[in-house]
């Protein structure tokens, strides 16, 4: 079957209520605080990804589950306004859409999240035209949907049998635990960490983001590694490349990990040698942060190109 979508995304959508910066700690006893910004927006790992990738070009699809309310009708015409097919994201009639509260200090944020219909989302959401007629399929926020999680392995395994690579963000563990993941990751074609779940995922022998990187490649997946304003990371399991950051008017970096993941799996389905598909997501994830919020600065493929670094280095 030929391919009708370069990227089915699969995983969380959700608004962002991102507000900030607090000049001081969150107060509690009924105290107002006042911030210099505030926004509203599409949220969520895997629709800021999808976002992303539709931004730079390719033919995207997105599968997934909101509530049949406000917030999610909200994210269905934002997505649909962006390029994202959304056949496949669901409108639960039971239970509510997800909502995420961003608070940020700083280069540092908390993250509140009401989960909704995360726990529900699951693999037979996802319907197996998708699976089969994608070249590429990406999940995000494993650990927020472990009904989906459960599931993850078997849908990866589809869509591999039709040609397709994989790809997978984790994002945090809110539970601490930041296990069972060797089912996803042996199916796993690029696993897409910061580096501080890179070195949770790794565990105690990860003694620097360099290693962690090492180590999970060990276990299978290409291994990008986002390391804030010091730019990426990559370990094939061999070779460890890094790509230096990029320095922008930096407004907000809710989702800039997310807008990397574009980039990257972009940059790889054209066929890019490694060092210049790290280096081209780091662009664009650079560049989503000039605006507030994760969608709203995120480049085009020929602004991304215009501010990658050709410099790349092989460090091992």
Request: glycine content about 10%; charged content about 20%.
């Amino acid at each position: 079957m030929p391919h009708r979508f370069d990227l089915l995304v699969i995983g969380d959508a959700n608004p962002d209520v991102i507000l900030g910066p607090l000049a001081e700690p969150l107060a509690f006893g009924q105290r107002e605080q006042l911030v210099a910004d505030g926004s509203f927006t599409v949220g969520g790992s895997a629709a800021i990804m999808a976002c992303g990738a539709a931004r730079l070009g390719l033919k995207v699809a997105f599968a997934g589950r909101v509530g049949d309310d406000d917030a999610g009708r909200y994210l269905r015409d934002a997505l649909s306004g962006r390029g994202v097919d959304t056949r496949a994201l669901l409108m639960d009639p039971d239970l509510p859409t997800p909502l995420t509260v961003v608070l940020t200090r700083g280069e540092d944020r908390a993250v509140l999240t009401s989960p909704g219909t995360l726990a529900a989302v699951r693999g037979a959401d996802v319907p197996d035209d998708l699976l089969s007629s994608a070249r590429h399929v990406h999940s995000a926020s494993y650990f927020l949907q472990p009904a989906l999680a459960a599931d993850l392995p078997a849908l990866l395994q589809t869509a591999r049998s039709h040609g397709a690579t994989t790809s997978l963000d984790t994002q945090d563990d809110p539970s601490g635990r930041w296990a069972g993941l060797d089912a996803v990751l042996a199916r796993t074609d690029i696993l897409l960490p910061n580096a501080r779940e890179a070195r949770l995922l790794a565990g105690a022998e990860a003694s620097s983001t360099a290693e962690a990187a090492r180590l999970l490649a060990a276990r299978g997946p290409l291994v990008a590694v986002k390391n804030g304003a010091d730019g990426a990371l990559c370990h094939d399991g061999r070779t460890l490349i890094a790509a230096p950051g990029l320095t922008v008017g930096v407004k907000d970096t809710v989702g800039a990990g997310d807008s990397f993941d574009a980039g990257f799996v972009a940059a790889v389905l054209d066929g890019l040698p490694t060092e210049e598909a790290l280096a081209f997501a780091v662009a664009c994830g650079a560049l989503s942060t000039r605006a507030h919020g994760g969608t709203a600065a995120q480049p085009t493929r020929d602004e991304a190109l215009a501010r990658t670094t050709r410099t790349g280095a092989h460090l091992s």
